[in-house]
């Protein structure tokens, strides 16, 4: 299912997650760390992969296209719970 965030957005949601959650997201969907880091905007392709989302610039850091919200999805259950 794919989603449309502003940048901004999906910063924001990384930003309320506790320490550790990258890790703990990257075990439960076994990735690697790198890969839900580039989902969040991060850019380390060399040890993680392209994670599916796409981003124009605009207002409010642009517009940001989830492929697949699986990741984003568990971060939010992980922001609500802690």
Excluded: C, W
Excluded at 32 to 47: K, L, M, S
Excluded at 68 to 73: G, H, K
Aim: no cysteine.
């Amino acid at each position: 299912m794919t989603k449309t965030i502003t940048f901004n957005e999906l910063r924001r949601i990384k930003d309320q997650l506790p320490d550790g959650s990258m890790h703990r997201i990257a075990e439960k969907l076994d990735l690697n760390v790198e890969t839900v880091r580039n989902y969040f905007g991060g850019a380390n392709y060399i040890r993680g992969e392209s994670a599916g989302i796409h981003i124009e610039q605009g207002p409010d850091g642009g517009v940001v296209t989830l492929d697949d919200t699986t990741i984003l999805d568990l971060a939010m259950e992980i922001a609500e719970s802690k």
